[in-house]
């Protein structure tokens, strides 16, 4: 099973700065098959990004992913007082999920 | 608009079963896959399972293998998960969520969870 870990564990920024969120795999990943999502307290997950660099529908363009093969990276380019939240990525291999264990972006 | 509820989630204490179900609309729900993916309080996301856009083929994470099972009703636009010798760490919420087009296994559509707590 390949393992996700995302570092930071918690990262606190201020609105209007730039983040950036790591996500590690234990083996490598196709691109095809990295997402990340955003989830705020209560709330469901949102897809932002698959195939690791494509935006979902709806997604707002300071949203941006990239890396391959076992490192992969959320960037947020400013960000907005609504983008401080828990953000997960996740992969699929042989007929299996995995997600990270998440990383709490939190208003500094 | 693509809308998926679940219903079904309740307290059941060990050893006990329960079925979930996911009513999806807005969208042709036979053609897509569906799957379940879970959340313990105050914990990350589990992926438990997933079934073709037909039925035919189901995939599970061992944490559930052999004790849940995943099924679809597409005349009733109606996901299931049957949830048998529940043990008290399958306490989550417990979300349905469509699979994307393409050809990796990731959610464009989430519903909103049900609360599964098995306790005694």
């Known amino acids: 099973e390949i393992v996700l870990t995302q570092s930071p564990g918690t990262l606190s920024l201020s609105p209007g700065e730039r983040a950036t969120l790591s996500c590690r795999a234990s083996q490598s990943v196709s691109s095809n098959y990295l997402a990340w999502y955003q989830q705020k307290p209560g709330q469901a997950p949102r897809l932002l990004i698959y195939?690791?660099?494509s935006r979902a529908t709806g997604i707002p363009g300071r949203f941006s992913g990239s890396g391959s093969v076992t490192d992969f990276t959320l960037t947020i380019s400013r960000l907005e007082p609504e983008d401080f939240a828990v953000y997960y990525c996740q992969q699929f291999d042989s007929f299996r999920v995995t997600f990270g264990q998440g990383t709490k972006l939190e208003i500094k | 608009e693509v809308q998926l509820l679940e219903s079904g989630g309740g307290l059941v204490q060990p050893g006990g079963s329960l079925r979930l179900s996911c009513a999806a609309s807005g969208l042709t729900f036979s053609n897509y896959g569906m799957n379940w993916i879970r959340q313990a309080p105050g914990k990350g996301l589990e992926w438990i399972s997933i079934i073709s856009g037909s039925g035919g083929a189901t995939f599970y994470a061992d944490s559930v293998k052999g004790r849940f099972t995943i099924s679809r009703d597409n005349s009733k636009d109606t996901l299931y998960l049957q949830m048998n010798s529940l043990r008290v760490e399958d306490t989550a919420v417990y979300y349905c969520?469509?699979?994307?087009?393409?050809?990796?296994?990731?959610?464009?559509?989430w519903g909103q969870g049900t609360l599964v707590t098995v306790s005694s």
């Open positions: 195939g690791a660099s």
């Open positions: 969520a469509k699979q994307i087009v393409g050809p990796g296994w990731n959610f464009d559509y």
